[in-house]
């Protein structure tokens, strides 16, 4: 099991930068594959951006792609997402979310593990 907990969040203009950490608890961060989801304000819950276990391999959401970047530290046992150009339909509580694997390159969408999140708030 994992415990995730992230941080980062806060109130930044449109086209503003924000960096959110994700810190893992246990010894074998290494072995799960991890992810950035959000959650706006009415709206369900999406995916974002995931990274493999390995950091390799890393695939996101269209509507972020070529402004966010999802990348991990194993030795500090920390994912990131860096966030540029922020929007405001960016405006979301922003999940972590982890899922065991068993291969170097493999993506997941249904996690097991999930943090409590971080707010963003991206005014106009």
């Known amino acids: 099991q994992v415990q995730l907990v992230e941080s980062g969040g806060g109130l930044v203009q449109a086209g503003g930068s924000l960096r959110l950490s994700c810190v893992a608890s246990?010894?074998?961060?290494?072995?799960?594959?991890m992810g950035w989801f959000r959650q706006a304000p009415g709206k369900e819950r999406e995916f974002v951006a995931v990274?493999?276990?390995?950091?390799?391999?890393?695939n996101y959401a269209d509507s972020v792609k070529g402004r966010f970047t999802i990348s991990r530290d194993n030795v500090k046992n920390t994912v990131y997402l860096k966030m540029n150009n922020l929007k405001p339909e960016d405006t979301a509580v922003y999940y972590c979310a982890a899922r065991w694997s068993d291969y170097d390159l493999a993506l997941y969408y249904d996690m097991a593990y999930w943090g409590e999140g971080t707010l963003v708030t991206v005014s106009s």
């Open positions: 990274i493999s276990r390995t950091g390799v391999r890393t």
């Open positions: 246990g010894r074998t961060f290494s072995g799960y594959a």
